[in-house]
Protein backbone atom coordinates (compact mmCIF):
# COMPACT_ATOMS: atom_id res chain seq x y z
CA UNK A 1 0.00 0.00 0.00
CA UNK A 2 2.43 2.66 0.83
CA UNK A 3 4.33 1.35 -2.28
CA UNK A 4 1.37 2.63 -4.88
CA UNK A 5 1.30 5.79 -2.98
CA UNK A 6 4.97 6.82 -3.71
CA UNK A 7 4.66 5.88 -7.48
CA UNK A 8 0.69 7.81 -7.47
CA UNK A 9 3.06 10.51 -6.39
CA UNK A 10 5.01 10.42 -8.72
CA UNK A 11 3.11 10.32 -11.57
CA UNK A 12 1.02 13.27 -10.49
CA UNK A 13 3.84 16.23 -10.13
CA UNK A 14 2.07 18.57 -7.55
CA UNK A 15 0.21 21.41 -9.21
CA UNK A 16 -0.15 23.31 -6.04
CA UNK A 17 2.64 23.74 -2.72
CA UNK A 18 0.89 23.46 0.37
CA UNK A 19 2.19 25.51 3.40
CA UNK A 20 4.59 27.60 1.85
CA UNK A 21 4.72 30.89 3.42
CA UNK A 22 4.57 32.83 0.29
CA UNK A 23 3.93 36.46 2.16
CA UNK A 24 7.78 36.12 3.75
CA UNK A 25 9.93 34.93 0.53
CA UNK A 26 12.91 37.44 0.30
CA UNK A 27 11.93 38.82 -2.74
CA UNK A 28 8.49 40.36 -1.14
CA UNK A 29 8.93 43.48 0.82
CA UNK A 30 5.81 44.11 2.77
CA UNK A 31 5.01 47.95 3.50
CA UNK A 32 4.40 47.05 7.03
CA UNK A 33 4.29 44.61 9.30
CA UNK A 34 5.76 41.87 11.85
CA UNK A 35 6.85 38.44 11.20
CA UNK A 36 5.01 35.44 12.18
CA UNK A 37 2.20 38.06 12.86
CA UNK A 38 0.64 40.64 10.40
CA UNK A 39 1.99 41.80 7.16
CA UNK A 40 0.68 44.63 5.03
CA UNK A 41 0.74 45.26 1.63
CA UNK A 42 -0.01 48.44 -0.60
CA UNK A 43 0.96 49.74 -3.66
CA UNK A 44 0.76 53.47 -2.69
CA UNK A 45 5.09 53.75 -3.10
CA UNK A 46 4.30 53.00 -6.88
CA UNK A 47 4.96 49.65 -7.30
CA UNK A 48 3.33 46.46 -6.55
CA UNK A 49 5.36 44.71 -3.83
CA UNK A 50 3.27 41.20 -4.99
CA UNK A 51 4.79 40.83 -8.23
CA UNK A 52 7.75 38.74 -7.64
CA UNK A 53 4.85 35.80 -7.00
CA UNK A 54 3.62 36.23 -10.45
CA UNK A 55 5.11 33.03 -11.41
CA UNK A 56 4.96 30.92 -8.55
CA UNK A 57 2.41 27.85 -8.56
CA UNK A 58 -0.75 27.91 -6.63
CA UNK A 59 -0.28 27.52 -3.41
CA UNK A 60 -2.21 26.72 -0.19
CA UNK A 61 -2.43 29.71 2.37
CA UNK A 62 -2.10 29.19 6.02
CA UNK A 63 -2.93 33.10 6.69
CA UNK A 64 -5.76 34.82 6.47
CA UNK A 65 -6.15 37.89 4.27
CA UNK A 66 -7.86 41.15 3.56
CA UNK A 67 -7.64 42.37 0.15
CA UNK A 68 -9.05 45.98 -0.94
CA UNK A 69 -8.84 46.42 -4.13
CA UNK A 70 -9.40 50.13 -5.09
CA UNK A 71 -8.13 50.39 -8.90
CA UNK A 72 -7.62 48.15 -11.90
CA UNK A 73 -8.51 44.51 -12.25
CA UNK A 74 -7.24 41.29 -10.94
CA UNK A 75 -7.82 37.76 -11.46
CA UNK A 76 -7.33 35.21 -9.43
CA UNK A 77 -7.42 31.06 -9.22
CA UNK A 78 -8.82 30.12 -6.11
CA UNK A 79 -9.03 26.86 -5.82
CA UNK A 80 -9.02 26.15 -9.16
CA UNK A 81 -11.81 28.91 -9.78
CA UNK A 82 -11.14 31.79 -11.71
CA UNK A 83 -12.65 34.75 -10.16
CA UNK A 84 -12.01 38.25 -11.98
CA UNK A 85 -12.27 41.30 -9.43
CA UNK A 86 -12.31 44.85 -10.71
CA UNK A 87 -12.49 48.06 -8.59
CA UNK A 88 -13.96 48.83 -5.11
CA UNK A 89 -14.19 45.34 -4.12
CA UNK A 90 -13.27 43.63 -0.74
CA UNK A 91 -11.90 39.48 -1.01
CA UNK A 92 -11.61 38.15 2.24
CA UNK A 93 -9.40 34.39 1.33
CA UNK A 94 -9.11 32.60 4.64
CA UNK A 95 -7.00 29.87 5.25
CA UNK A 96 -6.51 26.44 3.63
CA UNK A 97 -7.64 27.82 0.03
CA UNK A 98 -5.43 27.50 -3.05
CA UNK A 99 -4.73 30.76 -4.51
CA UNK A 100 -2.67 32.26 -7.17
CA UNK A 101 -2.90 35.27 -9.05
CA UNK A 102 -3.23 34.48 -13.18
CA UNK A 103 -3.66 38.11 -14.12
CA UNK A 104 -3.20 41.72 -12.67
CA UNK A 105 -3.81 45.01 -14.81
CA UNK A 106 -1.25 47.45 -14.63
CA UNK A 107 -3.14 50.06 -13.02
CA UNK A 108 -3.81 48.04 -10.49
CA UNK A 109 -4.33 50.24 -6.61
CA UNK A 110 -4.74 47.49 -3.66
CA UNK A 111 -3.90 47.69 -0.27
CA UNK A 112 -4.36 44.33 2.43
CA UNK A 113 -3.50 42.42 5.11
CA UNK A 114 -2.27 39.43 6.19
CA UNK A 115 -2.79 38.25 9.37
CA UNK A 116 -1.20 34.46 10.73
CA UNK A 117 -3.12 32.29 12.27
CA UNK A 118 -2.01 32.93 15.73
CA UNK A 119 -3.26 36.78 15.24
CA UNK A 120 -6.25 35.84 13.93
CA UNK A 121 -7.59 33.23 16.31
CA UNK A 122 -7.14 35.81 18.67
CA UNK A 123 -9.19 38.57 17.02
CA UNK A 124 -12.02 36.24 16.57
CA UNK A 125 -11.71 35.09 19.85
CA UNK A 126 -11.80 39.02 21.37
CA UNK A 127 -14.87 39.61 19.00
CA UNK A 128 -17.13 36.52 20.45
CA UNK A 129 -16.65 34.18 17.56
CA UNK A 130 -15.65 30.60 16.74
CA UNK A 131 -12.83 30.61 14.10
CA UNK A 132 -11.50 27.23 12.96
CA UNK A 133 -9.36 26.46 10.13
CA UNK A 134 -11.64 23.14 9.25
CA UNK A 135 -14.39 25.26 9.26
CA UNK A 136 -14.26 28.28 7.21
CA UNK A 137 -11.31 26.23 4.52
CA UNK A 138 -12.25 26.77 1.10
CA UNK A 139 -13.95 29.57 2.15
CA UNK A 140 -13.70 33.11 0.79
CA UNK A 141 -16.08 36.43 0.53
CA UNK A 142 -15.64 38.96 -2.42
CA UNK A 143 -18.52 41.87 -2.23
CA UNK A 144 -17.97 45.37 -3.43
CA UNK A 145 -17.61 48.37 -1.22
CA UNK A 146 -18.52 51.91 -2.05
CA UNK A 147 -16.37 54.77 -1.49
CA UNK A 148 -17.40 55.51 1.69
CA UNK A 149 -16.86 52.15 3.26
CA UNK A 150 -13.38 52.11 0.81
CA UNK A 151 -12.63 55.57 3.05
CA UNK A 152 -13.52 53.82 6.16
CA UNK A 153 -11.14 50.95 5.95
CA UNK A 154 -8.46 52.80 4.30
CA UNK A 155 -8.05 54.67 7.43
CA UNK A 156 -7.66 52.27 9.72
CA UNK A 157 -5.29 50.40 7.55
CA UNK A 158 -3.06 54.04 7.43
CA UNK A 159 -3.54 53.99 10.90
CA UNK A 160 -2.05 50.15 11.67
CA UNK A 161 0.96 50.58 9.25
CA UNK A 162 1.75 54.17 10.59
CA UNK A 163 2.07 52.22 13.70
CA UNK A 164 3.60 48.98 12.71
CA UNK A 165 6.23 50.95 11.14
CA UNK A 166 6.86 53.01 14.07
CA UNK A 167 8.89 52.66 17.34
CA UNK A 168 8.26 50.15 19.22
CA UNK A 169 6.38 50.90 22.77
CA UNK A 170 4.66 48.60 25.60
CA UNK A 171 1.30 48.15 24.15
CA UNK A 172 1.60 48.11 20.79
CA UNK A 173 0.22 44.51 19.66
CA UNK A 174 -2.72 45.18 22.20
CA UNK A 175 -3.13 48.68 20.02
CA UNK A 176 -2.79 47.58 16.77
CA UNK A 177 -4.97 44.09 17.36
CA UNK A 178 -7.75 46.65 18.48
CA UNK A 179 -7.68 48.16 15.37
CA UNK A 180 -7.80 45.32 13.33
CA UNK A 181 -10.97 44.02 15.50
CA UNK A 182 -12.94 46.64 13.99
CA UNK A 183 -11.60 46.01 10.92
CA UNK A 184 -12.84 42.51 11.33
CA UNK A 185 -16.47 43.50 12.58
CA UNK A 186 -16.33 45.78 9.52
CA UNK A 187 -15.84 43.26 7.30
CA UNK A 188 -18.29 40.92 8.43
CA UNK A 189 -20.55 43.32 8.16
CA UNK A 190 -19.85 44.21 4.36
CA UNK A 191 -20.14 40.42 3.27
CA UNK A 192 -22.96 40.42 5.78
CA UNK A 193 -21.43 36.82 6.56
CA UNK A 194 -23.27 35.47 9.10
CA UNK A 195 -20.88 34.13 11.98
CA UNK A 196 -21.11 31.24 14.17
CA UNK A 197 -20.90 32.56 17.82
CA UNK A 198 -18.74 31.16 20.43
CA UNK A 199 -20.30 29.55 22.79
CA UNK A 200 -18.85 29.04 26.06
CA UNK A 201 -16.06 30.53 27.54
CA UNK A 202 -13.48 32.11 25.34
CA UNK A 203 -10.72 32.59 27.80
CA UNK A 204 -10.32 28.75 29.27
CA UNK A 205 -8.15 25.79 28.68
CA UNK A 206 -11.24 23.68 26.74
CA UNK A 207 -10.60 26.49 24.36
CA UNK A 208 -7.41 26.13 24.20
CA UNK A 209 -7.68 22.08 23.58
CA UNK A 210 -10.58 22.99 21.12
CA UNK A 211 -7.94 25.20 18.86
CA UNK A 212 -4.98 23.22 19.45
CA UNK A 213 -7.40 20.28 18.21
CA UNK A 214 -8.10 21.79 15.28
CA UNK A 215 -4.91 22.67 14.56
CA UNK A 216 -3.58 19.08 14.62
CA UNK A 217 -6.28 17.80 12.23
CA UNK A 218 -5.44 19.94 9.95
CA UNK A 219 -2.19 18.54 9.39
CA UNK A 220 -2.66 14.77 10.11
CA UNK A 221 -6.15 13.91 8.60
CA UNK A 222 -5.08 11.70 5.65
CA UNK A 223 -2.99 9.67 8.53
CA UNK A 224 -5.07 9.41 11.74
CA UNK A 225 -8.43 9.42 11.03
CA UNK A 226 -9.75 8.23 15.08
CA UNK A 227 -10.54 10.25 18.07
CA UNK A 228 -8.28 8.47 20.34
CA UNK A 229 -4.85 9.55 18.19
CA UNK A 230 -5.94 12.88 18.85
CA UNK A 231 -6.80 13.06 22.22
CA UNK A 232 -3.90 10.97 23.39
CA UNK A 233 -1.74 13.75 21.05
CA UNK A 234 -3.59 16.18 23.24
CA UNK A 235 -3.11 14.18 26.72
CA UNK A 236 -6.55 14.04 27.66
CA UNK A 237 -9.20 11.07 27.35
CA UNK A 238 -11.29 10.91 24.25
CA UNK A 239 -14.25 11.66 25.60
CA UNK A 240 -13.31 14.82 27.36
CA UNK A 241 -11.91 16.37 23.57
CA UNK A 242 -15.40 14.91 22.39
CA UNK A 243 -17.30 17.28 24.92
CA UNK A 244 -15.11 19.95 24.75
CA UNK A 245 -15.89 20.07 20.74
CA UNK A 246 -19.28 19.69 21.81
CA UNK A 247 -18.85 22.77 23.97
CA UNK A 248 -17.99 25.14 21.23
CA UNK A 249 -18.75 23.87 18.37
CA UNK A 250 -22.22 21.96 18.97
CA UNK A 251 -20.48 18.95 16.84
CA UNK A 252 -18.44 16.03 18.66
CA UNK A 253 -14.72 15.15 17.49
CA UNK A 254 -15.65 12.15 15.05
CA UNK A 255 -18.16 14.67 13.49
CA UNK A 256 -14.83 17.09 12.53
CA UNK A 257 -12.29 14.38 11.50
CA UNK A 258 -14.93 13.34 9.18
CA UNK A 259 -15.58 16.80 7.73
CA UNK A 260 -12.14 17.50 7.41
CA UNK A 261 -11.51 13.96 5.71
CA UNK A 262 -14.24 15.56 3.10
CA UNK A 263 -12.88 18.95 2.50
CA UNK A 264 -9.58 16.95 2.07
CA UNK A 265 -11.03 14.88 -0.64
CA UNK A 266 -13.07 18.10 -2.24
CA UNK A 267 -10.08 19.46 -2.47
CA UNK A 268 -8.21 16.78 -4.18
CA UNK A 269 -11.37 16.40 -6.42
CA UNK A 270 -11.93 20.09 -7.56
CA UNK A 271 -8.22 21.69 -7.37
CA UNK A 272 -5.80 18.57 -8.26
CA UNK A 273 -8.01 16.96 -10.80
CA UNK A 274 -7.70 13.63 -8.89
CA UNK A 275 -9.58 10.89 -10.09
CA UNK A 276 -11.74 8.75 -8.04
CA UNK A 277 -9.34 6.02 -7.11
CA UNK A 278 -6.43 8.37 -6.79
CA UNK A 279 -8.49 10.21 -4.40
CA UNK A 280 -9.53 7.33 -2.01
CA UNK A 281 -5.89 5.53 -2.64
CA UNK A 282 -4.48 9.24 -1.48
CA UNK A 283 -6.42 9.54 1.71
CA UNK A 284 -5.49 5.61 2.46
CA UNK A 285 -9.30 4.58 2.05
CA UNK A 286 -8.92 0.38 1.39
CA UNK A 287 -11.29 0.18 -1.28
CA UNK A 288 -13.19 3.02 -3.98
CA UNK A 289 -16.30 1.73 -2.84
CA UNK A 290 -15.91 2.22 0.81
CA UNK A 291 -14.19 5.69 0.30
CA UNK A 292 -17.81 6.01 -2.05
CA UNK A 293 -19.96 5.02 0.98
CA UNK A 294 -18.05 7.26 3.55
CA UNK A 295 -18.45 10.06 1.06
CA UNK A 296 -22.38 9.29 0.97
CA UNK A 297 -23.06 8.91 4.67
CA UNK A 298 -21.12 12.53 5.50
CA UNK A 299 -22.74 14.38 2.68
CA UNK A 300 -25.27 12.66 1.06
CA UNK A 301 -24.32 12.61 -2.33
CA UNK A 302 -22.03 10.18 -3.84
CA UNK A 303 -18.69 11.58 -5.06
CA UNK A 304 -18.96 10.83 -8.46
CA UNK A 305 -22.56 12.92 -8.22
CA UNK A 306 -20.54 15.78 -6.50
CA UNK A 307 -18.44 15.65 -9.26
CA UNK A 308 -20.92 16.07 -12.17
CA UNK A 309 -22.67 18.90 -9.89
CA UNK A 310 -19.76 20.67 -9.37
CA UNK A 311 -18.18 20.29 -13.24
CA UNK A 312 -21.62 21.86 -14.47
CA UNK B 1 -25.76 66.80 49.91
CA UNK B 2 -24.02 64.32 47.27
CA UNK B 3 -26.43 63.34 44.28
CA UNK B 4 -25.89 59.93 42.28
CA UNK B 5 -25.81 60.24 38.63
CA UNK B 6 -23.91 60.48 35.67
CA UNK B 7 -20.83 62.61 35.90
CA UNK B 8 -21.75 64.07 32.21
CA UNK B 9 -25.32 64.45 30.69
CA UNK B 10 -26.72 65.79 27.79
CA UNK B 11 -27.89 69.09 29.74
CA UNK B 12 -24.24 69.85 30.43
CA UNK B 13 -23.60 70.10 26.53
CA UNK B 14 -25.97 72.95 25.16
CA UNK B 15 -23.49 73.74 22.40
CA UNK B 16 -20.50 70.89 23.22
CA UNK B 17 -20.41 67.70 21.38
CA UNK B 18 -22.44 64.59 23.11
CA UNK B 19 -22.82 61.35 22.55
CA UNK B 20 -23.79 58.49 24.15
CA UNK B 21 -23.60 54.58 23.39
CA UNK B 22 -26.53 53.22 25.77
CA UNK B 23 -25.46 54.75 29.02
CA UNK B 24 -22.63 52.34 28.39
CA UNK B 25 -19.83 54.72 26.28
CA UNK B 26 -20.26 58.89 26.77
CA UNK B 27 -18.27 61.07 25.37
CA UNK B 28 -18.21 64.61 25.34
CA UNK B 29 -16.09 67.25 23.99
CA UNK B 30 -15.89 71.02 23.11
CA UNK B 31 -13.36 70.52 20.43
CA UNK B 32 -14.82 72.53 17.33
CA UNK B 33 -16.63 74.77 19.20
CA UNK B 34 -15.47 78.75 18.41
CA UNK B 35 -15.54 81.91 20.94
CA UNK B 36 -15.12 81.30 24.28
CA UNK B 37 -15.68 77.86 25.83
CA UNK B 38 -16.76 77.97 29.26
CA UNK B 39 -18.06 75.06 31.29
CA UNK B 40 -20.59 75.76 34.03
CA UNK B 41 -20.68 74.97 37.80
CA UNK B 42 -22.31 71.20 38.67
CA UNK B 43 -23.09 70.33 41.89
CA UNK B 44 -21.06 66.81 43.41
CA UNK B 45 -22.15 63.82 42.04
CA UNK B 46 -21.02 60.70 43.44
CA UNK B 47 -19.92 58.53 41.11
CA UNK B 48 -19.98 54.54 41.50
CA UNK B 49 -20.07 52.86 38.36
CA UNK B 50 -18.10 54.83 35.22
CA UNK B 51 -14.25 55.19 35.12
CA UNK B 52 -14.16 59.07 34.32
CA UNK B 53 -11.21 60.25 31.65
CA UNK B 54 -11.16 64.26 31.14
CA UNK B 55 -8.16 66.45 29.32
CA UNK B 56 -7.56 69.87 28.98
CA UNK B 57 -5.87 71.22 25.60
CA UNK B 58 -6.38 74.73 26.52
CA UNK B 59 -7.69 76.83 29.52
CA UNK B 60 -7.80 75.35 32.66
CA UNK B 61 -10.52 72.77 34.15
CA UNK B 62 -11.64 73.28 38.02
CA UNK B 63 -12.81 69.86 39.65
CA UNK B 64 -12.83 68.88 43.27
CA UNK B 65 -12.63 64.77 43.08
CA UNK B 66 -13.54 63.53 46.65
CA UNK B 67 -12.47 66.80 48.53
CA UNK B 68 -9.27 67.56 46.56
CA UNK B 69 -9.26 70.56 44.83
CA UNK B 70 -7.61 70.26 41.54
CA UNK B 71 -6.37 72.48 38.37
CA UNK B 72 -6.15 70.73 35.24
CA UNK B 73 -4.37 72.87 32.76
CA UNK B 74 -3.41 72.36 29.57
CA UNK B 75 -2.32 69.40 28.27
CA UNK B 76 -2.75 67.38 31.55
CA UNK B 77 -4.89 64.09 31.57
CA UNK B 78 -6.98 63.09 34.79
CA UNK B 79 -8.76 59.38 35.03
CA UNK B 80 -10.62 59.14 38.38
CA UNK B 81 -11.88 55.82 39.10
CA UNK B 82 -15.51 54.48 40.87
CA UNK B 83 -16.18 55.39 44.00
CA UNK B 84 -15.43 59.09 44.28
CA UNK B 85 -17.30 62.44 43.83
CA UNK B 86 -16.83 64.79 41.45
CA UNK B 87 -17.80 68.68 41.38
CA UNK B 88 -17.26 70.86 38.61
CA UNK B 89 -16.43 74.65 39.12
CA UNK B 90 -17.14 77.13 36.52
CA UNK B 91 -13.79 77.08 34.01
CA UNK B 92 -13.06 77.85 30.41
CA UNK B 93 -11.38 75.52 28.72
CA UNK B 94 -11.00 73.07 25.06
CA UNK B 95 -11.49 69.55 26.54
CA UNK B 96 -12.54 65.94 25.81
CA UNK B 97 -13.43 63.81 27.76
CA UNK B 98 -15.35 60.25 28.26
CA UNK B 99 -17.09 57.95 30.75
CA UNK B 100 -16.82 53.97 30.51
CA UNK B 101 -18.77 51.54 32.22
CA UNK B 102 -16.40 50.20 34.84
CA UNK B 103 -17.33 46.39 33.96
CA UNK B 104 -16.64 47.35 30.41
CA UNK B 105 -13.36 48.75 31.77
CA UNK B 106 -12.44 45.82 33.20
CA UNK B 107 -13.16 43.65 29.98
CA UNK B 108 -10.51 46.42 28.38
CA UNK B 109 -7.81 46.11 30.93
CA UNK B 110 -7.96 42.64 30.19
CA UNK B 111 -7.90 42.24 26.90
CA UNK B 112 -5.29 44.68 26.63
CA UNK B 113 -3.19 43.35 29.31
CA UNK B 114 -2.45 46.26 31.21
CA UNK B 115 -4.18 44.62 34.82
CA UNK B 116 -7.30 43.13 35.83
CA UNK B 117 -7.17 44.43 39.22
CA UNK B 118 -9.12 47.73 39.22
CA UNK B 119 -10.84 47.86 42.53
CA UNK B 120 -7.17 48.33 43.64
CA UNK B 121 -7.23 51.43 42.25
CA UNK B 122 -10.46 52.76 44.11
CA UNK B 123 -10.94 55.71 45.93
CA UNK B 124 -7.95 57.73 43.77
CA UNK B 125 -7.03 59.26 40.79
CA UNK B 126 -4.44 59.92 38.65
CA UNK B 127 -3.48 63.73 37.37
CA UNK B 128 -0.95 63.21 34.59
CA UNK B 129 0.87 65.52 32.61
CA UNK B 130 1.88 65.24 29.07
CA UNK B 131 3.89 66.57 26.19
CA UNK B 132 1.88 68.19 23.58
CA UNK B 133 3.02 65.14 21.14
CA UNK B 134 1.41 62.64 23.27
CA UNK B 135 -1.86 64.93 24.28
CA UNK B 136 -2.32 64.88 19.99
CA UNK B 137 -1.52 61.03 20.17
CA UNK B 138 -4.31 60.84 22.39
CA UNK B 139 -6.67 63.23 20.91
CA UNK B 140 -6.43 61.20 17.63
CA UNK B 141 -7.54 58.04 19.58
CA UNK B 142 -10.27 60.32 20.64
CA UNK B 143 -11.15 61.30 18.03
CA UNK B 144 -11.40 57.55 16.40
CA UNK B 145 -13.72 56.56 19.08
CA UNK B 146 -15.90 59.94 17.86
CA UNK B 147 -16.23 59.03 14.69
CA UNK B 148 -17.31 55.69 15.25
CA UNK B 149 -19.96 57.00 17.55
CA UNK B 150 -21.12 59.88 14.88
CA UNK B 151 -21.90 56.96 12.66
CA UNK B 152 -25.53 56.10 11.78
CA UNK B 153 -25.96 52.52 13.90
CA UNK B 154 -24.47 49.12 12.15
CA UNK B 155 -24.91 45.88 13.45
CA UNK B 156 -22.01 44.92 15.92
CA UNK B 157 -21.32 48.83 16.57
CA UNK B 158 -20.31 48.48 20.22
CA UNK B 159 -17.61 45.28 19.15
CA UNK B 160 -16.13 48.38 17.28
CA UNK B 161 -16.67 51.00 19.64
CA UNK B 162 -15.19 48.69 22.51
CA UNK B 163 -11.82 47.80 20.18
CA UNK B 164 -11.48 51.71 19.95
CA UNK B 165 -11.79 52.45 23.32
CA UNK B 166 -9.41 49.66 23.83
CA UNK B 167 -6.77 51.54 21.69
CA UNK B 168 -6.85 54.81 23.79
CA UNK B 169 -6.68 52.49 26.73
CA UNK B 170 -3.03 50.61 24.80
CA UNK B 171 -1.83 53.63 23.46
CA UNK B 172 -2.42 55.59 26.97
CA UNK B 173 -0.35 52.88 29.43
CA UNK B 174 1.96 52.91 26.63
CA UNK B 175 2.56 56.74 26.28
CA UNK B 176 2.36 57.79 30.66
CA UNK B 177 5.54 57.53 32.84
CA UNK B 178 5.34 57.59 36.32
CA UNK B 179 7.28 61.03 36.44
CA UNK B 180 5.01 62.88 34.78
CA UNK B 181 2.28 62.33 37.83
CA UNK B 182 1.14 65.48 39.93
CA UNK B 183 1.33 64.15 43.06
CA UNK B 184 -1.29 65.46 45.73
CA UNK B 185 0.71 64.00 48.59
CA UNK B 186 1.01 65.74 51.73
CA UNK B 187 2.87 64.75 54.50
CA UNK B 188 0.14 65.54 57.07
CA UNK B 189 -0.24 62.66 59.33
CA UNK B 190 -4.36 62.47 58.96
CA UNK B 191 -3.41 61.29 54.78
CA UNK B 192 -0.58 58.91 56.05
CA UNK B 193 -3.49 57.30 58.01
CA UNK B 194 -6.01 57.24 55.27
CA UNK B 195 -3.46 55.63 53.05
CA UNK B 196 -2.79 52.81 55.77
CA UNK B 197 -6.73 52.18 55.64
CA UNK B 198 -6.79 51.47 52.09
CA UNK B 199 -4.05 49.25 52.53
CA UNK B 200 -5.87 47.45 54.94
CA UNK B 201 -9.10 47.35 52.83
CA UNK B 202 -7.10 46.02 50.31
CA UNK B 203 -6.34 43.40 52.42
CA UNK B 204 -8.88 42.70 54.45
CA UNK B 205 -12.01 43.49 52.72
CA UNK B 206 -12.69 39.97 51.81
CA UNK B 207 -13.12 38.91 55.29
CA UNK B 208 -13.32 42.49 57.11
CA UNK B 209 -16.15 44.64 57.07
CA UNK B 210 -16.72 46.65 60.08
CA UNK B 211 -15.04 49.91 60.73
CA UNK B 212 -14.07 48.66 64.47
CA UNK B 213 -11.87 46.13 62.79
CA UNK B 214 -10.34 48.93 60.47
CA UNK B 215 -9.91 51.54 63.57
CA UNK B 216 -8.46 49.25 66.05
CA UNK B 217 -5.96 47.63 63.22
CA UNK B 218 -4.83 51.53 62.97
CA UNK B 219 -4.97 52.34 66.47
CA UNK B 220 -7.36 54.58 66.82
CA UNK B 221 -11.28 55.44 67.54
CA UNK B 222 -13.88 54.36 65.10
CA UNK B 223 -14.73 58.17 64.72
CA UNK B 224 -11.67 59.62 63.96
CA UNK B 225 -11.58 57.15 61.41
CA UNK B 226 -14.49 57.66 60.17
CA UNK B 227 -13.28 61.92 59.95
CA UNK B 228 -10.33 61.79 57.95
CA UNK B 229 -12.05 58.64 55.73
CA UNK B 230 -14.64 61.67 55.21
CA UNK B 231 -12.22 64.21 54.65
CA UNK B 232 -10.37 62.42 51.47
CA UNK B 233 -14.03 60.34 49.75
CA UNK B 234 -16.01 62.07 51.49
CA UNK B 235 -17.94 59.12 52.69
CA UNK B 236 -17.88 58.28 56.45
CA UNK B 237 -15.70 54.92 56.93
CA UNK B 238 -18.56 52.50 56.77
CA UNK B 239 -20.10 53.96 53.28
CA UNK B 240 -16.43 53.28 52.27
CA UNK B 241 -16.01 50.16 52.96
CA UNK B 242 -19.06 48.75 51.58
CA UNK B 243 -18.55 50.53 48.14
CA UNK B 244 -15.04 49.38 47.74
CA UNK B 245 -16.23 45.96 48.71
CA UNK B 246 -19.17 46.14 46.09
CA UNK B 247 -16.90 47.55 43.18
CA UNK B 248 -13.93 44.74 43.96
CA UNK B 249 -16.97 42.42 43.81
CA UNK B 250 -17.81 43.63 41.06
CA UNK B 251 -14.80 43.25 39.44
CA UNK B 252 -15.23 39.37 40.87
CA UNK B 253 -18.22 38.81 39.20
CA UNK B 254 -16.97 39.31 35.91
CA UNK B 255 -13.21 37.76 36.51
CA UNK B 256 -15.23 35.01 37.78
CA UNK B 257 -17.41 34.51 34.78
CA UNK B 258 -20.51 35.51 36.51
CA UNK B 259 -20.44 32.56 39.35
CA UNK B 260 -22.87 34.36 42.37
CA UNK B 261 -22.14 31.23 44.17
CA UNK B 262 -18.23 31.53 44.15
CA UNK B 263 -17.86 34.33 44.86
CA UNK B 264 -20.41 34.64 47.99
CA UNK B 265 -17.97 31.97 49.30
CA UNK B 266 -15.29 34.23 48.25
CA UNK B 267 -16.40 37.09 49.83
CA UNK B 268 -17.25 35.36 53.45
CA UNK B 269 -20.78 35.76 53.13
CA UNK B 270 -22.69 33.33 55.87
CA UNK B 271 -24.75 32.23 52.37
CA UNK B 272 -25.90 33.54 49.30
CA UNK B 273 -29.01 35.16 50.29
CA UNK B 274 -26.97 37.22 52.90
CA UNK B 275 -24.84 38.56 50.07
CA UNK B 276 -27.49 38.92 48.02
CA UNK B 277 -29.50 40.98 50.34
CA UNK B 278 -26.03 42.99 51.21
CA UNK B 279 -25.38 43.92 47.43
CA UNK B 280 -28.55 45.06 46.98
CA UNK B 281 -28.16 47.53 49.65
CA UNK B 282 -25.81 48.76 48.42
CA UNK B 283 -26.09 49.11 44.57
CA UNK B 284 -29.87 49.33 44.39
CA UNK B 285 -29.91 45.90 42.17
CA UNK B 286 -29.53 42.51 43.33
CA UNK B 287 -26.34 40.39 42.14
CA UNK B 288 -28.44 38.89 39.36
CA UNK B 289 -30.15 41.82 37.96
CA UNK B 290 -26.86 43.74 37.73
CA UNK B 291 -25.60 41.14 36.06
CA UNK B 292 -28.18 40.84 33.70
CA UNK B 293 -28.05 44.00 32.93
CA UNK B 294 -24.27 44.90 32.65
CA UNK B 295 -23.78 41.59 30.62
CA UNK B 296 -20.25 41.92 28.59
CA UNK B 297 -21.45 38.94 26.53
CA UNK B 298 -24.73 41.07 25.23
CA UNK B 299 -21.96 42.74 23.51
CA UNK B 300 -20.33 39.85 21.39
CA UNK B 301 -22.45 37.76 19.05
CA UNK B 302 -23.82 35.49 21.34
CA UNK B 303 -26.68 37.54 22.05
CA UNK B 304 -27.23 38.85 19.22
CA UNK B 305 -27.76 35.99 17.72
CA UNK B 306 -30.54 34.58 20.45
CA UNK B 307 -32.41 37.39 20.00
CA UNK B 308 -33.02 37.31 16.31
Redesign the interface.
Known amino acids: MPQSTTNQNMRHTPRFVEYVDIFSREDIIPSAGSKDNILLFDTFSGINPLDPLKDTPPTKIYQSVSYYLMEGEITFDINGKEKTVTRSTLVNIMPENIIKATHVSPNIRYFMVVTYPKVSNQIFKEIGLTYSNARLSLQHFITPVDVQQMQDMLRIYTDIKRDLRGPDYEYKPEFIRCLLNSMMVKNINIHQYDPLPLEGNSNSRQYDVYCRFLSLLNKHTVEHRTVRFYAETLGISSKYLSYVCTCYSKKNASAWIDEAVIQKAKAMILVHHYSLSETSESLQFPTVSSFSRFFKRITGITPREFLRKESK | MILKGDLITKADAQSAFFSSYEGKYTLMDNLDERGEPIIHARKEIYNSEYVYVTVVLRGTLHLIVSGTRIELKANEHLTVTPCMSVTIEESRCVFFCFLTSSYLMADIYK????FNKLHYHAFKFRHIRLNPEKIAILLECYK?VKR?HQQPD???KE??LR??Q??YV??F???IEDTERVNYVTNSRQYALFNEFLKLLNQHHKTERSVQFYANKLGISPKYLSTIVFKFTGMTASQSIDQYVVYAIKQTLYNN?YNIKKVSVEYNFQSQSFFGRYFKRITGLSPNAYLKKNNI?S????Q??KEN
Open positions: RTNVREYPRVVAYSAAKFSLEKINFVQK
